[in-house]
């Protein structure tokens, strides 16, 4: 699990080479999940630490406007390049 949104985005060492359109799909799709897993988990977690305000936010910050967005066809996750190795 991760600690943080930080270390699901450092910590990411997908060995996916990008040559079809596919490969993007699945580790988005891979990545979306990470992250949905990450926010469950500390919403969990600061709930069971009785931090109420702080769950709620993490719920704030994957639900848009009180919509899971894997919930709802209206959602659209947008991707960056990697820059990692850019000069």
Known sequence: MN????DLFCN???????DTFSDVLD????M???LRETYWNAM??????GRPDDAVSIYEE????GVDPDESDNF?????PDLTDAE
Do not use: G, P, Y
């Open 27 to 30: 580790d988005n799709q891979h």
């Open 32 to 34: 979306i999940e990470t």
């Open 76 to 80: 659209e996750f947008t991707f960056l």
């Open 12 to 18: 990411h060492d997908s060995e996916i080479v990008v």
């Open 44 to 49: 969990n977690k600061c709930a069971d630490d």
């Open 3 to 6: 600690d943080s949104t930080l």
């Open 62 to 65: 994957w639900c848009v406007n």
